[in-house]
């Protein structure tokens, strides 16, 4: 089983930046970020595969966000540039012990409990 804890959220105003990162107690061959606003179905933002193998962004954050990895340390990270009240949600880092692209949660077997980003207009 492996743990992911999520850190680096907080409030920002639109146009500023954060970076999230996800520290993982364990390697696995795909990390992906999510997020999920009050009262909507959660979302995928981005995924990474092990070793920078891939990446691949929703559109809504295509162009913004970076996700990157430090396989030394079995920890990624999603950097958010330009930032919109409508990025306001808890991100979630997953991760999934097949290779490959996923943007369904069903597909990832490992959850961190979150951390929050609230972007004020």
């Known amino acids: 089983q492996v743990q992911l804890v999520e850190s680096g959220g907080g409030l920002v105003q639109a146009g500023g930046s954060l970076r999230l990162s996800c520290a993982a107690s364990g390697r696995t061959f795909s990390m992906g970020w999510f997020r999920q606003a009050p009262g909507k179905e959660r979302e995928f933002v981005a995924v990474i595969g092990w070793n920078d193998a891939f990446s691949y962004y929703a559109d809504s954050v295509k162009g913004r966000f970076t996700i990157s990895g430090d396989n030394a340390k079995n920890t990624v990270y999603l950097q958010m540039n330009s930032l919109k009240p409508e990025d306001t949600a808890v991100y979630f880092c997953?991760?999934?012990?097949?290779?490959?692209?996923?943007?369904?949660?069903?597909?990832?077997?490992?959850w961190g409990q979150g951390t929050q980003v609230t972007v004020s207009s």
């Open positions: 997953a991760g999934r012990n097949t290779i490959g692209v996923a943007t369904s949660t069903s597909r990832y077997d490992y």
